[in-house]
């Protein structure tokens, strides 16, 4: 197997090689002046079961044509099998027509990945796995929710609460409780579909004097992190932790998610940023090295 590290995920691409013991292809990449992304491999991958590994963060549009570009390269020098790793994959809240006239961004995207020559896609906790039923190839997500958990056990932080912005990531509370040890619970988010601003519903929850730590798919603008946390200090949580996933914090999202009483943000390498202190390295290893893969 050989592993090429996309220029959105050079270090992720990298630890994981190291992990499977496996060669790490060098990519020879850079922007023209008018903006156009090059690629060249600087490997051989002629009959190999080649992984690339490139997440789709801003600027996503860029990055999944670079991933696309790569796959075409390796396809073209006769790659055996080609497994796109994309931690964080964009467009995957696009899944459906919400309001009329709307594309649904990510079969178009499928599609255009499977014209590029890659067979196969592992991501990481995508927003929703029923998404990947829409793709012309198996795909598959994993959960990234019990390293971040282990990272805060690991910490002392056994027993805290485990809190879930909102009903769709109640899940993902529940897989971190099991690691915590302590209680879980949600809250009732909902988005205006015309002008994206979001609501969350103050509800009862036994916080009093208790560490909570929120957890979330996706930090984007910080506005589910915030309005979560505002309700966690007026309900008497003794300390407000957010983990997530995807650290995105797009502008000033981490000012404001701090401002609103949160003490650190913990997000993993899925998209790499000062606060990803917790790798998804072992994880996709893991899933690669899984029959089906
Ligand atoms: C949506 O439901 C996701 O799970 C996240 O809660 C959302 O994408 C976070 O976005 P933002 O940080 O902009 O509130």
């Given at each position: 197997m050989k592993i090429i590290p996309g220029p959105a995920s050079k270090q992720l691409g990298e630890k994981i090689a190291a992990l499977l013991d496996a060669e790490a292809i060098p990519l020879v990449f850079k922007n023209y002046p008018d903006g156009e992304s090059y690629?060249?491999?600087e490997g051989n991958v002629k009959n190999e079961e080649t992984v690339i590994v490139q997440t789709t963060s801003p600027p996503q549009d860029a990055r999944l044509l670079q991933l696309a570009f790569i796959a075409d390269a390796a396809k073209r020098q006769g790659a055996k099998k080609i497994t796109a790793v994309v931690p964080y994959l964009a467009y995957a809240r696009q899944d459906k027509v919400f309001l009329q006239g709307?594309?649904?961004?990510?079969?178009?995207?499928?599609?255009?990945?499977?014209?590029?020559?890659?067979?196969?896609?592992?991501?990481?906790?995508?927003?929703?796995?029923?998404?990947?039923?829409?793709?012309?190839?198996?795909?598959?997500?994993?959960?990234?929710?019990?390293?971040?958990?282990?990272?805060?056990?690991?910490?002392?932080?056994s027993g805290a609460f485990a809190l879930a912005p909102d009903s769709?990531?109640?899940?993902?509370?529940?897989?971190?409780?099991?690691?915590?040890?302590?209680?879980?619970?949600?809250?009732?988010?909902?988005?205006?579909?015309?002008?994206?601003?979001?609501?969350?519903?103050?509800?009862?929850?036994?916080?009093?004097?208790?560490?909570?730590?929120?957890?979330?798919?996706?930090?984007?603008?910080?506005?589910?992190?915030?309005?979560?946390?505002?309700?966690?200090r007026e309900l008497g949580a003794s300390n407000v932790y957010a983990a997530c996933v995807h650290p995105l914090l797009i502008g000033?999202?981490?000012k404001k998610i701090m401002e609103a009483g949160v003490k650190e943000i913990v997000g993993t390498d899925s998209v790499p940023s000062?606060?990803?202190?917790?790798?998804?390295?072992?994880?996709?290893?893991?899933?690669?090295?899984?029959?089906?893969a």
């Open positions: 690629v060249r491999l709307e594309a649904v961004s990510i079969e178009t995207i499928a599609k255009m990945l499977k014209a590029a020559g890659i067979d196969s896609l592992i991501t990481v906790n995508v927003h929703q796995a029923k998404v990947l039923d829409k793709f012309p190839f198996p795909a598959k997500t994993v959960s990234a929710i019990s390293p971040l958990a282990e990272h805060f056990k690991q910490r002392g932080f769709g990531a109640l899940w993902l509370v529940e897989e971190a409780k099991n690691v915590l040890g302590g209680e879980c619970g949600y809250l009732e988010k909902h988005r205006d579909r015309y002008t994206g601003q979001v609501t969350t519903e103050k509800k009862s929850l036994n916080v009093k004097g208790t560490i909570v730590i929120i957890f979330d798919d996706i930090i984007s603008t910080g506005g589910t992190i915030v309005l979560a946390a505002k309700i966690m000033d999202a981490e000062h606060v990803s202190k917790v790798s998804i390295a072992p994880l996709i290893a893991d899933a690669l090295t899984k029959k089906g």
